[in-house]
């Protein structure tokens, strides 16, 4: 079985203050897991991946996240939230069983950042 | 390149009427695949395909068929449309089908069914 949950459905800051959005899976294999953003109306975007090589991820526009396997757990964190990056954030997990590739998303966080 | 590619954007249906929704991919990716975006539901895989030829159900494949003649397009088939189908649709390819391919996804199609 594979799951992933986002503990937070909305989660709002200040501008200028830390973002941390949080995500735990269960997965039976050793998966990959992908954060994606959505801006309004727009499609979804990749923000970074881990892929079983460095537990702490760097992605784009100044996001990371950090793979603890004991907690089970991918958080997103940003030292210092922008008025951009006010938008909707997946967790995603996958992992190739049964002869295919097995996506499965989380529900979705949305950050408002306030000014 | 352009990527991944969808139309129509935006789609009114009435109940009972027919439609195909178009994706394509330049990126000669082997894995492509379809979801839908409800509120607080996240993306659900409808159907997906590894490769010309090759296609299987998702999670949520009721009400929708898919073929895949070329690698480059998989277009989404709804044969008698229903108002629970009303939602985005988001097609997504990746280069293979390992854990570690990223997907690219479409800028989706809003559908409507009245």
């Known amino acids: 079985a594979q799951s992933v949950t986002q503990l937070d459905s909305h989660v709002s800051v200040s501008e200028g203050t830390p973002v941390l959005l949080r995500c735990n899976y269960s997965?039976?294999?050793?998966?990959?897991l992908f954060w994606y953003v959505q801006h309004p109306n727009k499609g979804l975007q990749l923000l970074l991946k881990?892929?079983?090589?460095?537990?702490l991820v760097k992605g784009i526009n100044g996001f990371e996240a950090e793979f603890k396997k004991s907690e089970t757990s991918f958080h997103l964190t940003k030292p210092s939230a922008h008025m951009s990056d006010a938008a909707e954030y997946f967790c995603?997990?996958?992992?190739?069983?049964?002869?295919?590739?097995?996506?499965?998303f989380g529900t979705g966080t949305k950050l408002q950042v306030i000014p | 390149n352009a990527g991944v590619t969808q139309t129509p954007k935006f789609q009114v249906l009435k109940t009972g009427q027919s439609m195909t929704l178009q994706c394509a991919q330049d990126?000669?990716?082997?894995?492509m695949s379809w979801y839908r975006q409800d509120p607080g539901m996240g993306l659900r895989l409808i159907h997906y395909?590894?490769?010309?030829?090759?296609?299987d159900q998702g999670e949520v494949p009721n009400g929708y068929n898919v073929s895949r003649s070329t690698t480059e397009d998989f277009p989404l088939r709804l044969l008698s449309a229903a108002p629970s189908q009303t939602s985005v649709y988001f097609c997504?390819?990746?280069?293979?089908?390992?854990?570690?391919?990223?997907?690219?996804f479409g800028p989706g199609t809003r559908l409507t069914v009245l």
């Open positions: 995603v997990v996958s992992a190739f069983s049964g002869g295919y590739q097995k996506v499965t």
């Open positions: 997965s039976s294999y050793s998966p990959s």
């Open positions: 395909s590894v490769g010309a030829g090759i296609t």
């Open positions: 990126m000669n990716h082997e894995y």
């Open positions: 881990y892929t079983s090589a460095a537990t």
């Open positions: 997504a390819s990746s280069y293979g089908t390992g854990d570690t391919d990223t997907q690219y």
